[in-house]
């Protein structure tokens, strides 16, 4: 049995009057982890922003488990982690849990105490004495508490220490063994995906520039370092983007195969979905 596709983006479009979402498409298949990646204003917000329903969206069709965005039941399914902690600093963990399983009919405070218990945080603590590291994770027990199957995070892992964010990421493994769950992560921090990402989906300037599977990707592109005389004799329709410095140059490699085949005596390292980015990002840098 093919797992379901558990969000489903198709054509969003979004007009502000300084910036636009264009045609941003792509999925997240059930049981995997699929990473948003964009720089500072790429638009990673007001797409999670529309998934939510929080934004109207100018066009485009999106379905959460075959339920349109903004539907009550299309809500119910989603688990939803802001980037700030969305609970009051007066409150304690218990107080949040009686909130929220008045809001949500699927509310498990069983699975929320436990949760609670798992990540080590006080039930009658206020939240003004958590770290951000414990803040985050008190969002992240209360979105998975409701049992959600779409678990949506907005820049949820950034000011993490790096054993918290394995803590968390850890997590979202867990709740990816059901094959009806998908998660979809948007993050600056592309190590992260780059451990626990199958798909990634790069946002550049309100398009989707890159769409894939993780691994298909990293395997693909290359990054080409050599002289500025090396790189004049290059076809530009192989890179995409060069960074021109003193010493050497360095451009984005979009098929390391195919541009081994044309140049076998130049160098192609592999790269990292942070080189990926910016170097798309910032185009061709003199
Ligand atoms: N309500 C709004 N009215 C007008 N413009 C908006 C509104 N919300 C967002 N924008 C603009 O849309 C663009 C994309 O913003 P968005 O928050 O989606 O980007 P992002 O990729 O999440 O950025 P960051 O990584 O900095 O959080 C920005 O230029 C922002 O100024």
Redesign the pocket.
């Known amino acids: 049995m093919t797992a379901h596709t558990v969000l489903s983006v198709s054509g969003l479009d979004k007009q ?4 636009s ?1 264009s045609d941003v498409s792509f999925t997240v298949p059930g049981g995997t982890l699929v990473g948003l990646i ?12 529309s998934i939510l329903g929080l ?1 109207r969206r100018d066009g485009g069709e999106i379905t959460i488990l075959d339920h349109p965005a903004g539907d009550p039941a299309a809500l119910a399914d989603i688990g939803y982690v802001p ?1 700030e902690c969305p609970f009051h600093d007066l409150f304690h963990p218990l107080q949040v849990g009686k909130i929220l399983s008045g809001i949500y009919s699927n509310w498990d405070q069983e699975l929320y105490r436990s949760y609670l218990d798992k990540f080590g945080l006080p039930e009658k603590a206020l939240l003004k004495t958590f770290s951000r590291g414990m803040k985050m994770k008190l969002s992240i027990a209360a979105a998975l508490s409701h049992h959600p199957r779409l678990l949506l995070l ?2 949820a892992t950034s000011g993490l220490d790096p054993v918290v964010r394995e803590e968390i990421l850890d997590e979202f493994l867990a709740f990816l063994s059901d094959e009806d769950h998908g998660v979809l992560l ?1 993050t ?1 921090i592309t190590s992260d995906l780059e451990r626990a990402a199958d798909y990634v989906v790069y ?1 550049h300037r ?1 398009r989707v520039v890159l769409n894939g599977e993780k691994d298909v990707i990293l395997e693909q592109y290359g990054k080409l370092v050599c002289s500025a005389a090396d790189l004049e004799r290059v076809d530009p329709g192989l890179l995409g983007g060069v960074r021109r410095g003193r010493f050497a140059c360095e451009a984005l490699v979009k098929d390391r195969t195919a541009f081994r085949r044309f140049y076998p005596e130049l160098t192609v390292d592999r790269v990292s979905l942070e080189d990926i980015m910016v170097f798309t990002g910032k185009e061709d840098i003199q």
Request: glycine share 16%; aromatic share 8%.
């Open positions: 502000y009057s300084a910036f979402l964009g720089e500072n204003g790429a638009g990673k917000s007001t797409t999670i922003k934004v980037d907005d820049e948007s600056h946002l309100g």
